[in-house]
Every structure is written in C-alpha cells, then in structure tokens.
C-alpha cells in the first residue's frame, strides 16, 4: 500500500506534515453528502447523493487533494452506525485511491424540512446538553473505529458553532476539550479543527465571550484553529443552489443585490451601486461536470 500510517497529518508549527516530515498543502472542497436532507446513512448508497471513485478522480483531476467531508449528527445514533461505518469505509477507500484526504466534519442536526419549523437545529445553536446532543459520544465513536486511519486528515468537531444566543463560549471549549480527551484517550492522535463562534465578531465585549480576542489556545498540540470566510458573497456563492438569489448560471460582479447585503460592503462587486468601479462584467452557466466537455 502506497499510502500507508506514514501519511497521517500532524500539526508541526505553522505547517500540516506526514510522518515522513513531508509538508501538505491541504486544496479542496466541502462533501454535503445530503447532511441537510438525509437522516438515515443507510439510503446513501445506490442514491443521487452518493460520492463515488469518479467523483474522487475529478477531484483529483481538478488539483484537489482533501474534501470536507460532512456528516448529519443523526448518522451515528447506534441504530444507523453500523450504516454509517460501512459507507464511510467504501468512501475512505475511494479516497485512498486517488490521494484525496477526508476531513471529517460535524455539519448539521437534523433534516432541513424539520429545522424550517425549529423541530431541529440544523447548524448548531448552543445548549448542548439541554438539546440532548451527546458530541462527545459522536467523535468517541468515529475515533474507536479510525484511529490509525491515514486518509483521515482530521476532525472538524462543531461546524459553525454560534453562542449569539447566550451560550457561553467557555461551555462551548468546555465541549471542546471533553470531545479532545476522549479522542486522544482512543491513541488517537488525529488533527483536530475547532472553531470559534460565528458571530463573535458581531460583540465581541459581549459577556457570553471568553474575550474580544479570537480563539481559546488549548493544550493539545495538534490542534488547527479554523475560520470561515465569504466576503464578498456574491463570489464565493456563485451558483449556490438551496437559495434563489445564487442562481445557477451565474454572472461576476452580481447585477442585484441582497437587501441585507449591500453593494460596495467588504468590496462586494455589485458592480450597479458602486461608483467609478472598473469592474468588468463575466457571463458563466451552470456546468455538470457528469458530461464530458
């Protein structure tokens, strides 16, 4: 096997490196993996929604070599599990095939159509325990069964948390830190990703906020402290396909504009509203990438 336990990722610095010192540039994209519409793994073989070796050979062949892999909270309660591990190894093999790394992702909570009327959560929210969520379950469980798997870049453990609702971000490391112990007390020594609160900036002197500052350093070593950015918007959605205003078949700059998003805000290059811009406007179309062009 020519990706062996040499390949596994460990933080070393400012850098990602094998076990060989090798330094790894991580270049790719997010696997939904129907987290938003899906409950039960056991219908994503064989679906619309299932990632095969060709969608790892396009990724590859795109210059990719890690996918974000989501997984929906639901995936691993113990009647779906087995399910779960079962289309997770056919997709770790997949990947192995084509030198993709996976990072392992806790993305959503629940169905999309269920989250609309506040049945569930969708991105979490806060309040774990009063929600019932047992994370520190979730990520024991992934870690007993791939703890010496190479492929796997990482855990990425709360996709987005937000404590604007007066969850107090030190619970929220708090989780942090239960859901690291019981990872690494597996032998596991998998990277970790966490991820500050989402709208911290929003009031950062807020008294729900450890402080105004980014991040909690934690003791582990192997920890990757992750952000999410997406101004301007209109660039990095083009095409996004759950909200009518990203249309398929897009242009750049935007020729319209969200109310609650305004044209010249962060540079955003709604080319109409902004003056003396030297924007020049591009044409694109939605392309499916299952035809060969």
């Given at each position: 096997?020519?990706?062996?336990?040499?390949q596994?990722l460990?933080?070393?610095?400012?850098?990602?490196r094998t076990q060989?010192h090798?330094?790894?540039v991580?270049r790719?994209?997010?696997?939904?993996?129907a987290?938003y519409?899906e409950?039960n793994?056991?219908?994503?073989p064989?679906?619309?929604?299932?990632i095969?070796t060709d969608?790892?050979k396009a990724?590859k062949d795109?210059?990719s070599n890690v996918?974000?892999?989501?997984l929906?909270y639901y995936?691993?309660?113990?009647k779906?599990e087995?399910?779960?591990f079962a289309?997770l190894d056919?997709?770790?093999?997949?990947?192995?095939?084509?030198?993709?790394?996976?990072?392992l992702?806790?993305h959503?909570?629940?169905h999309?159509k269920d989250?609309?009327t506040?049945?569930e959560?969708?991105?979490w929210?806060?309040?774990?325990a009063?929600?019932?969520?047992?994370?520190?379950r979730?990520w024991?469980?992934?870690?007993?069964r791939y703890h010496y798997?190479?492929?796997i870049?990482?855990?990425?453990l709360?996709?987005?948390p937000d404590?604007?609702g007066?969850y107090?971000?030190?619970?929220?490391?708090?989780e942090?830190?239960?859901?690291?112990?019981?990872?690494?007390d597996?032998?596991?020594?998998h990277?970790?990703?966490?991820?500050?609160?989402?709208?911290?900036?929003e009031n950062?002197?807020?008294?729900?906020?450890l402080?105004?500052l980014?991040?909690?350093k934690l003791?582990?070593s192997n920890?990757i402290?992750e952000?999410h950015f997406y101004q301007p918007?209109e660039?990095?959605?083009?095409g996004?396909?759950?909200?009518?205003?990203?249309?398929?078949?897009?242009?750049y700059p935007?020729?319209?504009?969200?109310?609650?998003?305004?044209?010249?805000f962060y540079?955003?290059p709604?080319?109409?509203?902004?003056l003396?811009?030297?924007?020049?406007e591009?044409?694109?179309a939605?392309?499916d990438l299952?035809?060969?062009?």
């Open positions: 096997d020519d990706w062996g336990m040499d596994m460990s933080v070393s610095g400012h850098d990602l060989r090798q330094a790894v991580l790719g994209s997010g696997l939904p993996n987290v519409n409950m793994p056991a219908k994503l064989s679906s619309s929604y299932e095969n969608d790892y990724m795109f210059g996918a974000r892999f989501y929906q995936w691993m309660e113990p779906n087995n399910a779960l289309y056919k997709q770790i093999e997949a990947a192995r095939k084509h030198g993709i790394y996976l990072i992702n806790l959503y909570f629940g999309a989250v609309a506040k049945h959560d969708g991105f929210q806060g309040d774990i009063g929600k019932g969520y047992n994370l520190v979730f024991d469980r992934l870690s007993k798997e190479s492929v870049a990482g855990y990425d709360i996709n987005e404590c604007s007066g107090l971000e030190a619970l929220l490391y708090d942090y830190e239960q859901i690291i112990k019981a990872i690494r597996n032998g596991d020594q990277s970790i990703f966490i991820s500050d609160p989402v709208r911290k900036q950062p002197f807020g008294q729900t906020y402080s105004a980014p991040f909690k003791d582990d920890i402290y952000y918007i660039f990095t959605h083009q996004f396909f759950e909200y009518p205003y990203f249309e398929r078949g897009t242009t935007y020729t319209k504009y969200e109310a609650t998003y305004k044209g010249g540079g955003n709604y080319w109409k509203n902004t003396k811009n030297g924007w020049q591009y044409k694109g939605w392309v299952n035809k060969n062009s």
